[in-house]
């Protein structure tokens, strides 16, 4: 069979060998994909669950259907190895005055169990550290923190770090704890503005488990506090007056309190394993082959909350179908002797919804050495509409595409023109977006290790992270098209003349925490 171009006359139109491979992806099969992954049988595929193993075990059945070897000749799985923990007690007791768990302060089960004593306390504003405005202008190494939520404002209600009406990257609670750490800071008390409806927001995570990877490294111990406790123990009303100070300065304010403070967690641990789902698909050509491109997808979601099974029909069926078309179609492309020098890596993986664990653990343990993965292609979330395109779905959202090489992004843009037409939105491409979506899927971690990387997404919607994200809502015509732009785009990448070339320091500061 021919190696170059092989014109085809389908109804009329011409397309190229590899259109007609890609047009292999079809709506019917991402629906049979997403019919048994959102179904209520696999009970919301909530990792280490018997849903979660169902899905795995129908991802690498598929797999092996379409004549896709197990890697090293034995499995498709990576297993992940993972840890529940649940906080039995916490205890907060402040120069003698005992404080009540969830009624005065809660915390999630994200740190080992802890006893900390410590002879005072610092209050250090916001606990934030940029160039333009810091907190961190003492010693606090070694000591217990106390910190508002969020980002200071001036009189005209623009943030202080930012400079503007949008907050920035620095305000994230997960940002504030690891600087935190970097200056040696023991623990850390978060003043909670509207304490009760936060807590309300936020129960399911302190009442239920929550997950990690074994041996992981922690945050520090982090507790969030009411305003009538930091009162408590600031003095009567110096909560605001304090963030009034800060405003009409505009610069930050910190004391040393001469209080004694006592924090205490203990914690029930339970070990399992989750699972990373691997098909790899070998290039044609005897050198280029060692070269990677991994595609993405988790297909883990929440489980069941409150009797409520979470199908996570979008989130991320939708990308996890793609993903297993996406293989159909190179797996076909060899099957029917057409070349793609480079080797594919579909990559399904667990552990997402815990806090990107499975593509973590991935890249700390690599199958496939990192320094041969040239590119990482993931997809998370594209069946539906967000507000931004209520009635238009020919749109998907890229993110990072051009952050480490332009020519990553140049093969993005010339494959979308050459065959999918799609609107290219980089809305959320901005490393100011208070979204932070970069931080927010798997290609964070590959991009992490330099491996250049693009986030394929459309938009978050009211059913996010709802029991009411069902398969009924999807636009399957667009998972179909972002499925065929993923798959082209991989398919000029594979068959580049060199690998993409990381020219570019990345904007965003690859810090999730």
Same mark, same amino acid.
């Not at 991802?59 to 034995?74: A, C, T, V």
């Not at 074994?214 to 123990?233: Q, R």
């Not at 690599?366 to 993931?378: G, K, Q, S, V």
């Given at each position: ?284 050509? *005897? +050198?280029?082959?060692? !070269? ?7 297909? @883990?979601? =929440? %489980?069941?909350? &409150? ?58 343990? *690599? +199958?496939?050495?990192? !320094? ?7 997809? @998370?979330? =594209? %069946?539906?509409? &967000? ?127």
């Amino acid at each position: 069979m021919k190696k170059l171009i092989l014109l085809l006359f389908i109804w009329g139109q011409t397309l190229s060998q590899i259109e007609v491979v890609g047009n292999q992806i079809t709506v019917e099969k991402l629906k049979t994909h997403i019919t048994i992954l959102a179904s209520d049988s696999l009970e919301g595929r909530e990792v280490g669950q018997p849903g979660e193993i169902m899905a795995a075990e129908y991802m690498s059945n598929y797999f092996n259907q379409l004549g896709i070897p197990p890697y090293k000749d034995s499995t498709y799985y990576q297993e992940i190895p993972l840890e529940k923990r649940l906080i039995e007690s916490a205890n907060i007791k402040v120069d003698g005055v005992q404080y009540e768990f969830k009624e005065d302060f809660y915390t999630y089960p994200n740190f080992s169990q802890t006893r900390i004593r410590s002879k005072d306390i610092v209050f250090l504003g916001y606990g934030i550290d940029t160039e333009t405005y810091s907190d961190y202008n003492t010693n606090v190494e070694g000591k217990v923190i106390m910190i508002f939520n969020g980002e200071p404002k001036d009189n005209n209600g623009n943030y202080l770090v930012s400079g503007g009406k949008e907050k920035s990257p620095e305000s994230n609670w997960k940002m504030k704890l690891n600087m935190a750490k970097q200056n040696g800071v023991k623990a850390v008390l978060f003043i909670t503005e509207n304490y009760k409806s936060n807590y309300k927001r936020v129960e399911h995570k302190i009442n239920h488990p929550g997950v990690s990877l074994s041996k992981k490294e922690e945050p520090i111990p982090f507790f969030y506090i009411s305003k009538k406790m930091a009162n408590d123990i600031l003095g009567k009303n110096k909560t605001a007056k304090i963030q009034k100070k800060i405003k009409s300065k505009k610069r930050s304010y910190n004391k040393l309190i001469n209080k004694s403070v006592f924090l205490a967690t203990q914690n029930n641990d339970d070990f399992f394993t989750g699972k990373n789902v691997l098909a790899f698909i070998e290039g044609t050509d *005897p +050198e280029l082959k060692n !070269e990677i491109i991994v595609i993405t997808a988790h297909y @883990d979601h =929440i %489980g069941i909350i &409150d009797g409520l099974i979470h199908n996570g029909a979008d989130d991320n069926a939708t990308g996890t179908a793609a993903l297993l078309e996406i293989a159909a179609a190179f797996q076909l492309a060899k099957k029917s002797g057409y070349e793609f020098k480079r080797s594919i890596l579909c990559f399904p993986n667990s552990a997402e919804e815990k806090g990107l664990l499975g593509s973590y653990y991935y890249v700390e343990n *690599p +199958e496939f050495p990192l !320094e041969n993965t040239i590119a990482c292609l993931n997809v @998370d979330m =594209i %069946g539906r509409m &967000d507000k931004f395109h209520p009635n238009d779905s020919n749109y998907v959202y890229l993110i990072g595409a051009d952050k480490l090489s332009t020519d990553l992004h140049n093969i993005s843009e010339k494959s979308n023109k050459k065959y999918t037409n799609l609107e290219l939105d980089y809305t959320f491409n901005n490393p100011n977006d208070p979204n932070r979506f970069y931080y927010r899927s798997d290609h964070y971690n590959f991009a992490k290790k330099n491996i250049p990387s693009i986030f394929y997404f459309s938009g978050v919607h009211k059913d996010y992270h709802k029991h009411t994200d069902t398969m009924e809502k999807l636009v399957y015509e667009k998972v179909e098209k972002i499925a065929r732009l993923i798959f082209y785009t991989a398919w000029e990448l594979s068959n580049a003349e060199s690998r993409p070339i990381v020219d570019k320091e990345n904007e965003f500061k690859l810090n999730r925490y």
